[in-house]
């Protein structure tokens, strides 16, 4: 069981190109995250999904784009990059804890992009 | 809106207790989360207390919750190398929302 896997690791791009980071989880999880991790600012949303073929905005969701074609797969668009995007990127999948009703995400292991 | 701070850093020495601390401000809150984040990974969830409860506790674990305060701790008993990381204290607020904190990290001296 892989849990939530994220593609690619790495990647380093100069600025106005374009890239997707794919997320995919074998958890058959309905709700789907991506956050951006920087440097004293925590964990930051950028957009979300409550199902298949749905996608909403989060905190911070200027420059990005999402889709949400399949039900294990929520990807990730930059479509022209900038620095000030330079950040890892970490994918989320929820479930519901069946005997508390607490709402549990698991995490992928990040992809660290960079920006130049 | 909603927040949630935490400080930055804590340093403690093996085999001592971890306390890391945490406000937040939305009342609504039903859940609120401790994850640990290890080097190089994602966050990986270490426990929870529904809002309606004062204590919860997990092995080394003891949650601590004051709902008037809006205040939230973590502490960890007998803390071990193994348990430096970040620590990320987050809210289920509002829809569908869960909110971060910038996460403290823990550094443990043998």
């Known amino acids: 069981n892989a849990g939530v896997t994220q593609t690619p690791k790495f990647r380093v791009l100069k600025t106005g190109q374009s890239m997707t980071l794919l997320c995919a989880q074998d958890?058959?999880?309905?709700?789907m995250y991506w956050y951006r991790q920087d440097p004293g600012m925590g964990l930051r949303l950028i957009h979300y999904?409550?199902?298949?073929?749905?996608?909403a905005k989060g905190e911070v969701p200027d420059g990005y784009n999402v889709s949400r074609l399949k039900k294990q797969n929520f990807l990730l668009g930059l479509e022209s990059a900038a620095p000030s995007q330079t950040s890892v990127y970490f994918c989320?999948?929820?479930?519901?804890?069946?005997?508390?009703?607490?709402?549990?995400?698991?995490f992928g292991a990040g992809s660290r992009l960079t920006v130049l | 809106g909603e927040d949630v701070e935490q400080s930055l850093f804590l340093s403690v020495r093996e085999g001592d207790s971890s306390v890391i601390n945490c406000t937040y401000t939305?009342?609504?809150?039903?859940?609120l989360y401790w994850y640990k984040q290890e080097p190089g990974a994602g966050l990986q969830l270490l426990t929870y207390i529904f809002s309606n409860m004062d204590m919860k506790q997990d092995q080394r674990l003891t949650v601590l919750l004051n709902k008037k305060d809006k205040h939230l701790s973590l502490r960890i008993a007998d803390t071990q190398t193994g348990d430096s990381a970040i620590y990320f204290c987050?809210?289920?607020?509002?829809?569908?929302?869960?909110?971060f904190g910038i996460g403290t990290k823990l550094q443990v001296i043998p």
């Open positions: 999904s409550v199902g298949e073929g749905t996608t």
């Open positions: 939305d009342s609504s809150s039903t859940y």
């Open positions: 958890m058959n999880h309905e709700y």
């Open positions: 989320a999948s929820r479930r519901t804890d069946g005997s508390s009703g607490a709402n549990v995400l698991t």
């Open positions: 987050a809210e289920r607020g509002g829809y569908q929302k869960v909110t």
